[in-house]
């Protein structure tokens, strides 16, 4: 069955620390990736996406991923955490089709000041 | 551009009453309509989605529905609310085309607490 898996549920790091998420799918063939964050009793929001292409795709707040076909992961990663970063965060596939997209159970960012 | 609306915001309702949640969507036509719930710790859990007016197509078997009596709007209704269906709910659009490549964007939520 197709699956995301956020092995992560909770990750705690130091303000001005690198950060990476991660993320891996259960699929025939490569879906089309994502990843959203979402703020406490907020909506999600799209950090980035991945199609096709280069398997390094740049999102937004200084986020980046990386699509990595023989892991079947798509880890999304920033250089410096900023406390405003705390929120959590969901990856997500699409799969060429069809109208479904699988989301990840999330994780739980905390950032220490 | 396109904006995404939900209503109400929050809403606390007793067991056994009916439910109403209203998404709509402007800026585009023919959206592809989601409704999703949002457990703690669970993630996102597809309920329905729309691909056009009348078109329902339900992912979980449960006391919801869902209708699109027009092309930018999707509610989402219970006749009887179950302790269970507290959460927050969240409505998604997405361009109206095949092939899985548009994103999807989400409005702001709806939390619902059934006591």
């Known amino acids: 069955a197709q699956s995301v898996t956020q092995p992560d549920i909770h990750i705690t790091v130091s303000e001005g620390a690198s950060l990476e998420l991660r993320c891996n799918?259960?699929?025939?063939?490569?879906?089309?990736?994502?990843?959203?964050?979402?703020?406490?009793?907020?909506?999600?929001?799209?950090?980035?996406?991945y199609f096709s292409g280069d398997t390094l795709v740049q999102g937004i707040k200084g986020f980046e991923a990386e699509f990595k076909r023989s892991q079947s992961s798509f880890n999304l990663r920033k250089p410096s955490v900023h406390w405003s970063d705390a929120a959590e965060y969901?990856?997500?596939?699409?799969?060429?089709?069809?109208?479904?997209?699988?989301?990840?159970?999330?994780?739980?960012?905390?950032?220490?000041a | 551009s396109q904006t995404i609306h939900q209503w109400p915001a929050t809403l606390v309702q007793p067991v056994g009453s009916p439910l109403s949640l209203e998404c709509t969507v402007e800026?585009?036509?023919?959206?592809?309509?989601?409704?999703?719930?949002?457990a703690a710790g669970r993630g996102l859990q597809l309920l329905f989605y729309s691909v056009g007016i009348g078109q329902i197509s339900s992912e979980v078997p449960q006391n919801l529905s869902a209708s699109r009596p027009q092309d930018r709007q999707f509610i989402l209704s219970s006749?009887?609310?179950?302790?269970?269906?507290?959460?927050?709910?969240?409505?998604?659009?997405?361009l109206g085309l095949a092939g899985g490549r548009e994103t999807q964007y989400f409005g702001p939520g709806t939390r619902l607490l059934v006591l």
Do not use: E, H, M
């Open chain 1, 90 to 112: 969901f990856c997500a596939v699409a799969f060429p089709g069809t109208y479904k997209y699988i989301f990840g159970t999330g994780t739980r960012l905390k950032v220490l």
């Open chain 2, 27 to 38: 800026g585009t036509s023919n959206p592809n309509l989601y409704w999703y719930r949002q």
């Open chain 1, 25 to 49: 799918y259960s699929y025939g063939a490569t879906p089309y990736l994502f990843w959203y964050v979402q703020s406490p009793g907020q909506g999600l929001q799209l950090l980035l996406k």
């Open chain 2, 79 to 94: 006749k009887k609310l179950l302790l269970s269906d507290s959460g927050f709910y969240l409505c998604a659009w997405r």
